[in-house]
């Protein structure tokens, strides 16, 4: 059987300073999803052929720039785009602000998605076999920068349900893909400042797995 082909796909974990420590925010995938059903995991999803075209009011970081660019031939403004449409999408949360030509994203007349903040944490090629296939990159943005309520999930579309902020030191406990449990892990040492220099890339787009840092 031919195996699936690799969408291109953008996440973003996004981290949240509380009185009990560090928090990420996390939703529970349904359980007839035919990718990763019933499992928790943060917001993200496959890249769109408009999130290319998307004006953003503001331009991507050239550390996350660079890394994105390493090893990969698609714009990093479509990626960009693509993380933080799917954060409105499945969690009501935008991170945008007014853009230079006067854009409009859907609800927030005048406001074009910002990327300025986001950090480039981790890639992943998800494994041959499996019913879909992704390359996917994870985004790392700090809560206080939303323009939206973080306790106000009202606007969110239904894929993610129990949406919530869960403490980095209980996220291991949620039932969630092995993937997700190594972001958090890097997520975690970034939050206490002990995560090594590059970004780490699981890539299994080959015959045989690989890891290295971009």
């Known amino acids: 059987m031919t195996d699936r082909p690799i969408r291109d796909a953008a996440t973003i ?33 496959a890249v769109d052929p408009g999130d290319g075209a998307v004006d953003l ?48 994203w859907p609800g927030f007349d005048g406001l074009c998605p910002d990327p300025s903040a986001l950090r480039f944490i981790f890639r992943a090629v998800t494994p041959p076999g499996r019913p879909r296939r992704f390359d996917a990159r994870f ?22 349900s129990h949406l919530h902020w869960v403490p980095l030191a209980q996220a291991r406990k949620l039932d969630m893909p092995f993937i997700t449990e190594v972001v958090l892990a890097e997520t975690a040492a970034i939050a206490d400042g002990t995560d090594a220099p590059g970004t780490p890339f699981f890539d299994n787009s080959g015959p045989a797995s690989t890891f290295r840092r971009l």
Do not use: W
């Open 13 to 45: 974990v996004l981290l949240r300073q509380t009185d009990n420590g560090p928090a990420v925010l996390m939703g529970q995938r349904g359980a007839g999803a035919a990718f990763m059903p019933s499992k928790y995991v943060f917001p993200g999803g």
């Open 57 to 104: 009011a503001a331009p991507i970081h050239p550390d996350t720039r660079a890394a994105l660019t390493t090893r990969s031939t698609l714009a990093p403004e479509a990626l960009a785009a693509a993380a933080l449409r799917e954060l409105a999408e499945e969690t009501g949360q935008v991170i945008a602000a007014p853009g230079p030509s006067g854009c409009s």
């Open 139 to 160: 985004f790392l943005a700090p809560a206080e920068i939303l323009m939206t309520d973080p306790d106000d999930f009202s606007r969110a579309e239904d894929e993610l």
